[in-house]
């Protein structure tokens, strides 16, 4: 069965401190997402990766940066939190390399910036 | 740029009673839709989805939903709602011209009376 993770599923932080959210895929993917999940704002894109040390930015990269070191793993990194980031964290993964697929979904990452 | 509009924030309908969740989108292309559902502390679970062929698609824990490009619409249905369909639900589309990127909607909460 498809199987993604994240790194914990609730996490604080203070103002300014640095943040990273890991994600892992044992699907042997190539596509890799992060998107954050707001009240009445849906999901929003703010990196993806096609490829191990490729990242691209989606609709909303300010404030954050990625990490792909290995294929299975995509970290979220927020250099600096701030309390405008405090938000659920959806990392995804679909199968396919070239047109749209469905999209397997990890838990969620519920972060409070204090 | 591409958006997707859930007109319905929340909807409240009773167990047994039919269910409609309204999806709009803005584009001129062909558009790949998708139905995800995410259930109270669960990650986003794809319901169906639609490339071409058949406007009608059926999905997943007896939902269908119907492309109408006319009006350029995918709406969600199921004819008899069960307590376990409260969740909140998103419609998403892609778009090949767009890089195959997902946009979501807002989201629509459904809740269930017994």
């Known amino acids: 069965d498809v199987k993604v993770t994240q790194s914990s599923r609730y996490l604080v932080k203070r103002t300014g401190e640095k943040v990273f959210l890991e994600c892992v895929q044992d699907?042997?993917?190539?596509?890799m997402f992060w998107y954050r999940q707001d009240p009445g704002l849906g999901l929003r894109l703010i990196y993806f990766s096609y490829d191990v040390k490729m990242k691209e930015k989606g609709d909303i990269p300010e404030g954050y940066s990625v990490s792909r070191e290995k294929k299975e793993r995509f970290s979220l990194i927020l250099e600096s939190a701030s309390t405008n980031q405090t938000s659920m964290y959806l990392c995804a993964s679909p199968p396919g390399t070239g047109g749209p697929d469905t999209q397997y979904f990890g838990p969620g990452t519920r972060l409070t910036v204090l | 740029a591409q958006s997707v509009t859930q007109p319905d924030i929340h909807i409240t309908v009773s167990e047994g009673a039919s269910l409609e969740l309204r999806c709009n989108y803005s584009y001129g292309a062909t558009p790949y839709l998708f139905w995800y559902v995410q259930s109270p502390g669960q990650g986003l679970q794809l319901l169906l989805k639609y490339f071409s062929g058949d406007t009608l698609v059926q999905g997943i824990k007896g939902f269908e939903a119907e492309f109408k490009r006319s009006q350029s619409s995918f709406n969600l249905r199921k004819p008899s709602v069960h307590w376990s369909d409260a969740a909140e639900y998103f419609c998403a589309v892609a778009f090949k011209a767009a890089g195959n990127k997902l946009t979501f909607g807002g989201g629509t909460r459904v809740l269930v009376k017994p």
């Open positions: 699907m042997d993917h190539e596509n």
